[in-house]
Every structure is written in C-alpha cells, then in structure tokens.
C-alpha cells in the first residue's frame, strides 16, 4: 500500500525543493533495479543549481 504514496510523495518532494533552488537537472545517468516485478531507481544523482 505505501508504495501507491511514493509518486506523489517524490512530487511534493521536487516540487518544495524548485521552490528554494533555481533548477534542478541529472548528474549522471539514473542506476535502476533489474527486476521482472520491480521497476525502481537504485540512485538518482541530481545536481541543484543556486537562484
């Protein structure tokens, strides 16, 4: 059940974050989880950039 509340927690998440640094863009390219059943990130390197 708590996994229905990840997308929208990640939402609010960026979306404060934008609110207090100009942007935010990738670093790298995103790692993910080889799986049949699970398709999830396993890192994200994100760099933020000041106002």
């Given amino acids: 059940m708590h996994g229905r509340w990840v997308p ?3 939402r609010i ?3 404060a974050l934008l ?3 100009g942007s935010i ?3 790298g390219e ?3 989880i080889q799986s049949v059943f699970v398709y999830r990130l396993k890192s ?3 760099r933020f950039r000041a106002v």
């Fill in 13 to 15: 998440l960026f979306e």
């Fill in 19 to 21: 609110d207090r640094v």
């Fill in 44 to 46: 994200l390197q994100l």
């Fill in 25 to 27: 863009e990738l670093a």
């Fill in 30 to 32: 995103p790692k993910r």
């Fill in 8 to 10: 929208m927690e990640m």
